[in-house]
């Protein structure tokens, strides 16, 4: 069911050409909509209406998906609350992370003139930790 419109974004994007890299793509993309489908599930079991499941679910996706990673930097989450339980609960962030070491480890960029690794690049700009796989 995903693997369809996940060829499509991934070769008209013009992301890695490799294999190995669209099987991660396509299985992190089936992964996160499982994990998206479960947790609905769970609200769904625990609120009676049905409108109130949805806002409720809707809510939760919605604070994880901003705290994961993408749209703030983790040294840009405010620590008290905010990043140490939701940023690692978050599983935007394992999927964010594993992604972009999927299409920027082992590359090379020139910028200006200057070689820049893609493990610099996730390192310095998006502040993955690189102790661990994708």
């Given at each position: ?7 499509m ?7 890695h ?10 299985s ?14 769970i ?12 806002i ?11 705290h ?55 390192k ?11």
């Amino acid at each position: 069911m995903k693997l369809i419109p996940g060829a499509m974004v991934y070769y008209l994007v013009g992301l890695h050409h490799g294999h190995e890299q669209f099987v991660y793509f396509i299985s992190m993309l089936f992964i996160s909509v499982f994990l998206v489908e479960g947790l609905v599930m769970i609200i769904a079991n625990m609120v009676p209406n049905f409108l109130m499941g949805i806002i409720f679910g809707s809510g939760i996706l919605g604070v994880m998906m901003s705290h994961g990673g993408f749209h703030k930097l983790p040294s840009d989450i405010p620590k008290p609350f905010w990043k140490y339980p939701l940023h690692y609960i978050s599983f935007h962030k394992y999927a964010y992370q594993g992604l972009f070491k999927n299409e920027f480890q082992g590359l090379t960029f020139t910028i200006s003139n200057q070689v820049t690794s893609g493990d610099d690049i996730l390192k310095h700009l998006w502040q993955m930790d690189m102790n661990y796989s994708k």
